[in-house]
């Protein structure tokens, strides 16, 4: 049976039915690529806006219309919060809440099962879909409580390649506690699941090997990571596991709420040199009174802090943010602080949202609402003001070296396009990437996991080889929608400082030593001053600062130069004995910034040394 899917809305849902449909084909369905005969619709609908509600009716409808004897199963936020009046479109068959959402296949095989279909669906009258769980619309508003029974986080599978070949998103948590008052999320998407630690490592590791090189950390809150009591990892334990893991590749954060995550905290981030220097920070509010009624839990004085430690770290960090026009009882003066903080704050992206009512928030049935003219108007006036602020931030990034990841080479404009780290999408003319002078890195030499996500692409297909490739860029000319990008071959800071690295000149025989090993991994030379009658170096050919700086990925390479230390050692008739030193950083007396073994001999050594 051929499935087709639909999904609106967030990152997560988007991120479900991928797993959704790696699960159904994995049974056999066959998953629609076009808009042919299909016989079995998912949608996975939203419900944060007004407009999400109409758009996933309207997508119901379309697809009955487009296959009118398909099955029609509803999921998602919308199908959560309002399951009846889901199930009341004409040609719904099956509504299933979040909770369950991942038990969408066993669903339809339900469906099939009790009532054999004649003709595709069974229900031509509106009213007549089954509703998966009774308790769906009772837990709607009032019985929070009910949605939490669901206490473990559910494994939705490992692969997630939503879109893009480049970019991969990981579910990381799953739920919202906050009850910000105008948010129907809550209601929505239940109680806190955070995903276990060792879950999204894995994960992540598994779509590294097949070759993405963005991670996208997404979840309904991120920042609410691990903040069950049951977890002692949080957020910066997540960066800090996928930091580590090896690979050409960065992480991005999807968004961080400024309640959780505080300046303090955001520096801790800083150390992490895979993290995008690109941080979603929504502020909702330029008012201290509306930030309050909206129960967001900080203050304008807390996110300007946050901004400041960004910006002071990189004045180029890109910060985008969401602000809700006509909250109940917004006065022209609270507006006009919105207003003031996107003029003074270089935001790379500023979402305007025009405050959208939703049963059963508080906000809801707060005095004050504001017309619907109003808030056009003042989101007119916001949206105009986000773009100019976006301007400064591209006026800001103006000749500056940044990293792109290509994603696609665009036909019309003969350009590929990809991200800077700091969210400025990026063109770059084909002809300053082909040509002579610059040689993108790791383009010319295909690895086997390249390969495997283009497929079996011909190797000549020139116009391929860039997308998935990371290329150093200056940013040199400003569009609407981000800048024009030259490729340059600069140092990154790794290699900047292996340029003034004495050892790394000698393994690129830079400056002279007297060699008596060397093989791919490491070289073994005479010490140039010893300190006894045998004194010899070992270093790994990669540039290692420090003892301190080994990762986990270097583990290998570690016990590698440790076998090789014994072998060395025969070699140099040291069966009397020997010492191996290692002296890490300034307090353990190391002058030269690359790490290395002393091994030293023929002569007794006192212990312990001065
Ligand atoms: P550390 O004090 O950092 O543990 O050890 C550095 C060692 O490198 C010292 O024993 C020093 O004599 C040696 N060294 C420093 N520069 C050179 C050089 O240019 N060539 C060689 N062969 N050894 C060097
Ligand atoms: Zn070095």
Known sequence: MKIAFHTLGCKVNQYE???????????????????????????????????????????????????????????????????????????????????????????????????????????????????????????????????????????????????????????????????????????????????????????????????????????????????????????????????????????????????????????????????????????????????????????????????????????????????????????????????????????CKVHVFKYSNRKGTTASTMRGQIDGTEKSKRSAVLITAGDTSAVRFFEKNLNKEKKVLIEEFVEDLGCYTGYTDNYIKAYIHKTHLQSEHFNCNHANNGTANSNHITGNRSSSDNIDKYVNEFVNVRLTEIFEDGMLAEPIEFETKEEKKMSNCIFCKIVNKEIPANVMYEDDKVLCFHDITPKAPVHVLLIPKKHIVSMDDVRPEDQELMGYMIVKIKEIAETLDLENGYRVVNNCKKDGGQTVDHLHFHILGKRQMIWPPG
Do not use: W
Request: glycine letters at 6%; aromatic letters at 8%; proline letters at 3%.
């Open 17 to 347: 039915t991928e797993a959704l449909k790696n699960n159904l084909s994995a049974k056999g369905y066959e998953i629609a690529t076009d808009e042919g005969a299909i016989d079995i619709y998912i949608i996975n609908t939203c419900t944060v806006t007004s407009l999400a509600d109409r758009k996933s009716r309207q997508y119901i409808r379309r697809a009955k219309k487009l296959n009118p004897h398909s099955v029609i199963a509803v999921t998602g936020c919308y199908a959560q919060v309002s399951p009846e009046e889901a199930a009341g479109i004409e040609g719904v068959d099956i509504v299933v809440g979040n909770e369950d959402k991942m038990n969408i296949p066993e669903q339809l095989e339900k469906f099939f099962a009790d009532k054999p279909v004649q003709n595709g669906s069974k229900s031509q009258d509106a009213g007549n879909a089954l509703l998966d769980a009774s308790k769906l619309n009772e837990s709607v508003m009032s019985e929070y409580e009910l949605l939490q029974n669901a206490d473990e986080y559910f494994e939705i599978g490992i692969i997630s390649e939503v879109g893009s070949r480049t970019r991969a998103f990981i579910k990381v948590q799953d739920g919202c506690d906050r009850f910000c008052s105008y948010c129907i999320i809550p209601y929505a998407r239940g109680k806190l699941q955070s995903r276990p630690l060792e879950s999204i490592v894995s994960e992540a590791r598994n779509l590294i090997d097949k070759g993405f090189k963005e991670i996208v950390l997404t979840g309904i809150n991120t920042a609410l990571y691990g903040v069950e009591s049951s977890f002692s990892d949080d957020i910066e334990s997540v960066i800090k596991a996928l930091n580590s893991l090896a690979g050409d590749f960065r992480i991005r954060l999807s968004s961080l709420e400024p309640t959780v995550i505080d300046a303090s905290y955001i520096k801790k981030l800083f150390k992490y040199e895979k993290l995008c220097h690109h941080i979603h920070l929504s502020l909702q509010s330029g008012s201290d009174k509306i930030l309050k009624s909206m129960n967001r839990r900080y203050s304008m004085d807390e996110y300007m802090q946050i901004i400041k430690v960004l910006t002071e770290f990189d004045p180029e960090y890109g910060i985008s943010t969401d602000i809700i026009v006509g909250f109940p009882e917004e006065t022209n003066e609270d507006f006009e602080e919105s207003l003031k903080i996107t003029e003074n704050i270089d935001f």
